[in-house]
């Protein structure tokens, strides 16, 4: 098993002729680990704007009339068209993906859904610490999944690596710090819970 944490689940992506798509259509091009640390430091909030700039990115070079901000907030009804605009630039592209990357898409579906109720009960102090636990928890698997839909979009855009967007900016930086406190909250957060526990 790898211990690679930036690694795409082991879906099968199968190159024909890998897309060299400089002019061409492309979608939002980010390098898997400026992702993971963006969207792990924000706490997946940073998937909001990742669907946004896709969705952006595809109204413009996919000629397609839509809200990108809307499938922004939205992006759990919008995770599987997404992907098939992935589909239909990987056939102008000439890059075969086998039909499990959806998969990525799916999964992260079930997943988002699912920590939606964890947090509703949270709010309700259902199972609470458990649910929160289990909620935080379950960020680390569904940055996998985003992780696995990031790298088939790299692939299509004609940049497997992200290279075009790799380095940190100075709002990115920002974002990482700010992320940072707020982990150190959290993680105190816990501590306390578990010492008062113990005291208990």
């Known amino acids: 098993m790898s211990t690679n944490p930036y690694q795409a689940p082991a879906f099968d992506v199968t190159l024909e ?16 680990k400026k992702f993971f640390a963006l969207y792990i430091a924000t706490l997946g ?28 907030i939205f ?3 919008f995770l599987h068209s997404l992907m098939r605009v992935v589909a239909k630039m990987a056939k102008k592209g000439q890059v075969r ?20 109720i964890l947090d509703n009960a949270t709010r309700r102090n259902i199972g609470y610490p458990i649910t929160d636990l289990i909620s935080l928890l379950m960020l680390f ?17 004609g940049d497997k690596d992200g290279l075009a967007n790799s380095t940190f900016s100075a709002a990115n930086i920002i974002w990482i710090v700010v992320g940072a406190a707020w982990w150190i909250v959290v993680i105190y957060g816990y501590v306390q819970i578990v010492t008062a526990g113990g005291q208990g």
């Not at 898409?105 to 859904?113: D, G, N, P, S």
């Not at 940055?143 to 990031?150: E, R, S």
Request: hydrophobic share 50%.
């Open 45 to 72: 909030l940073y998937v909001v704007y990742w669907s946004y700039k896709n969705w952006s990115f595809a109204k413009e070079n996919a000629n397609l009339v839509i809200w990108p901000v809307m499938r922004g």
């Open 97 to 116: 993906l086998s039909s499990s990357y959806q998969s990525y898409a799916t999964i992260a579906v079930i997943f988002l859904i699912v920590d939606k």
């Open 141 to 157: 698997a569904l940055a996998m999944f985003f992780l696995g839909m990031q790298n088939v979009i790299n692939i299509v855009s």
């Open 17 to 32: 002729v890998e897309a060299n798509n400089s002019g061409g259509d492309y979608l939002y091009r980010v390098s898997k």
């Open 75 to 77: 992006l759990i009804f």
